[in-house]
């Protein structure tokens, strides 16, 4: 049935009475294949499908009574896209109605679909790189060779460049039981990319492949630190190699993070006091080793904060509400993921100072030198070390007088000691030193002795009084030389005789000294001399001579008599006179 469209000028047409006649078309009506299966398959870069099952067609699909049955057999199956993907439409070929009605419908199986899974790959040679403590998990991974990408007719397929991204099991330095660094897990992730065209063939989708992950090892080497600034304190020996160092400055720690108080033990080369060619302390080597402390973990506990409550109609409850902010807790960094090298600085042993009693200086009579003879005392003050304590060599000493001459007071006499090793190779002089002394001692006068003095005899006189002619002075010093000796006699009594004693006591007196004028040098013209020499006279009080006993005689005393005349005689033959 025609009618005319309403308008605003319809009345003004009408439509033809009788019938009309046009030409159409009867579309055959689609039946929906069942009982088939597309199945799943790997990416294999072809659009080719698998079926199973048994195709049929549900008779309520056909109208009526109409006579129509499914017949062939699937001759070819395919994904509407090659690529990897979910719920991809397969078409099938090779099926066909048949029965009287067949030409009024049509096979269609447009509820098939399947999915093609990424096709895995597999990689050889990738490598993980040890790395040095830097505080992360992140690992330097360098992918290997990809194998299993697909080939189409001769062709195969090409991927980009390969990433790698690795995680370190923990971000620390892993060490074994001995403390030994050692290699841990790295957990390792790839990435495909897609691939470059290759001449008129677009280039391979990353997403038609996958690539597993996998667990690598490597190894986090503690980060090198440095130190500046250390000091070793110099020490008293002590029998021990053992050092006190003081730290310096430790740098090179990853950003943020801090450690403990570094320690450090120093250990000298040797326990000995060490000395150059002239004897004089110097600084030896002495090795240091630190030891890294983790750093300290702080925790600030959870706050509170107490807020207004702010409400549009008042007045409100609660009047505040309370915020909590949660506690923070910072980890202290680990010593373990450090390493500090040892290092040799210097420093010196110096040596441990001794004490002296009981030494002695032996008095001597004058002798022209200062030279004084001392028996060193007992020493104290030598290290015990392990309960053993040291012992030295008898220590000597050397003593000089303040002055050489004689005095009936004791003078200083200061003392040079000399230690000396013990017979234990360890026991050291070396290692100890002992301050000069300060003693006192007398020189006393030196004995001479004489000899050639003699007696002058005289006649009676009435005293006691004798005169000595004075002999030769014997055991001075050397060269020295004494002014003219006197000496008085004293006969043991006034009266004549001979071969008497006489008691002889001698004055000695102070030497002159000499003066000699330098001589020209020879080869100078006589402008330069050798310089003078003064020697000074020796010093009576330096010696002494002791009294002696000699023989000498007094003669009597001649007596003349006056008044006398004698008689004269007669030649009488003998002579006798009166």
């Known amino acids: 049935t025609l009618a005319l469209a309403q308008g605003v000028n319809a009345s003004n047409y009408s439509l033809p009475t009788a019938p009309v006649t046009a030409a159409g078309t009867i579309s055959a009506k689609a039946v929906q294949v069942t009982g088939l299966t597309a199945q799943n398959k790997e990416y294999d870069g072809k659009l080719a499908a698998m079926i199973t099952g048994t195709a049929t067609v549900a008779t309520e699909a056909f109208i009526g009574n109409d006579e129509v049955s499914v017949s062939g057999s699937i001759s070819g199956a395919l994904f509407a896209d090659k690529n990897a993907g979910n719920d991809i439409a397969v078409s099938v070929t090779g099926l066909s109605l048949t029965g009287k009605d067949a030409s009024n419908y049509q096979v269609t199986t447009a509820g098939l679909k399947a999915n093609i ?52 099991a923990s971000k620390d330095v892993a060490r074994d039981a001995m403390g030994n660094v050692m290699a841990q897990n790295v957990a390792v992730t790839y990435t495909l990319a897609n691939g470059a065209a290759q001449g008129e063939l677009p280039g391979a989708k990353a997403s038609n492949y996958t690539l597993a992950g996998e667990t690598k090892s490597a190894t986090i080497t503690p980060k090198v630190l440095t130190v500046a600034n250390t000091t070793v304190a110099d020490k008293t020996y002590d029998g021990n190699t053992a050092a006190t160092v003081t730290v310096g400055t430790v740098s090179g720690l990853v950003a943020g993070e801090t450690l403990g108080t570094t320690t450090a033990t120093g250990s000298f080369a040797d326990k000995d006091v060490a000395r150059d060619a002239d004897g004089q302390v110097i600084a030896k080597n002495v090795s240091v080793a630190y030891t890294l402390v983790d750093g300290t973990t702080t925790t600030t506990p959870p706050t509170t904060m107490q807020m207004p409550n702010l409400c ?3 007045p409100c409850t609660p009047a505040f509400t309370i915020t909590t902010i949660p506690g923070t807790t910072i980890q202290g960094a ?20 001794l004490s002296i009693s009981g030494s002695k200086v032996t008095d001597k009579q004058y002798d022209g ?3 004084a003879t001392v028996k060193a005392g007992e020493l104290s003050g030598l290290i015990t070390v392990n309960g053993v304590t040291e012992t030295l060599g008898a220590t000597t000493a050397v003593g000089e007088f303040v002055g050489k001459n004689a005095s009936s007071e004791a003078q200083g006499v200061n003392t040079v000691y000399t230690l000396v090793d013990g017979t234990n190779p360890a026991h050291k002089a070396g290692n100890y030193s002992l301050a000069n002394g300060a003693l006192t001692g007398k020189i006393t006068q030196r ?13 009676y006189d009435g005293t006691k009084a004798a005169t000595v002619v004075v002999g030769t002075l014997g055991n001075l010093v050397g060269d020295e030389t004494l002014g003219a ?21 001698y004055t000695l007196a102070d030497g002159e000294g000499s003066f000699t004028t330098g001589t020209p040098i020879p080869g100078t013209g006589g402008t330069q001399f050798e310089p003078s020499v003064i020697v000074p006279g020796a010093l009576a009080s330096n010696y002494m001579l002791a009294n002696e006993t000699l023989k000498g005689s007094i003669a009597q005393k001649a007596v003349s008599v006056a008044g006398i005349v004698a008689e004269g005689k007669t030649y009488d033959g003998n002579t006798t006179a009166k």
């Open 117 to 168: 899974t990424p096709k895995a790959l597999s990689i050889s040679g990738p490598t993980v790189l040890d790395k040095t403590y830097d505080g992360n998990r992140t690992a330097n991974v360098t992918a290997g060779t990809l194998s299993g990408l697909v080939t189409v007719d001769g062709v195969t397929e090409r991927l980009g460049a390969t990433t790698a991204a690795g995680q370190f």
């Open 312 to 314: 549009l109609v008042g």
């Open 334 to 353: 680990k010593a373990g993921n450090y390493t500090l090298a040892s290092e040799t600085k210097t420093a010196k042993i110096t040596p441990k100072a």
């Open 369 to 371: 030198t200062q030279a």
């Open 447 to 459: 004995v001479l002795t004489i000899t050639g003095s003699t007696v002058t005899g005289r006649d």
């Open 485 to 505: 000796t006197k000496a008085s006699g004293t006969f043991a009594d006034k009266n004549a005789g001979s071969d008497k004693n006489v008691t002889v006591a």
